[in-house]
């Protein structure tokens, strides 16, 4: 159970991660060369194939200029979504 637990963050993080980077329209290897790793390290970060280290993903978010938070906690829509969907369950039950 923990590791299904660890596997949904890392997948969270990591997917935001990409996201960060498309939004920032940079291409692996841009960034890759920005952070100073291999176009293969950030194609395996991406996919799934390797864990990044702390130092891998400060080194990553000073490339995308983004604070390291920003991988770990939710966007404002989806804040806004759950929002949403909590006032909707209050509505439906008052």
């Keep these: 159970m923990i590791e299904e637990e660890f596997q949904e963050q890392l997948n969270f993080v990591l997917g ?9 329209n940079m291409s692996q290897i ?11 390290q950030v194609n395996c970060i991406e996919g799934d194939k390797n864990i990044p280290n702390l130092y891998t993903i ?7 200029k983004i604070r390291p938070e920003i991988l770990f906690s939710p966007t404002k829509d989806e ?3 759950a929002k949403n969907e909590i006032i909707a369950l209050i509505k439906k039950y008052i």
């Design 79 to 81: 804040k806004e979504a």
């Design 30 to 40: 841009e960034l890759s060369f920005a952070a100073g790793l291999s176009q293969n």
């Design 16 to 24: 935001r991660l990409k996201e960060e980077r498309q939004k920032a």
């Design 58 to 64: 400060i080194k990553l978010c000073n490339a995308l």
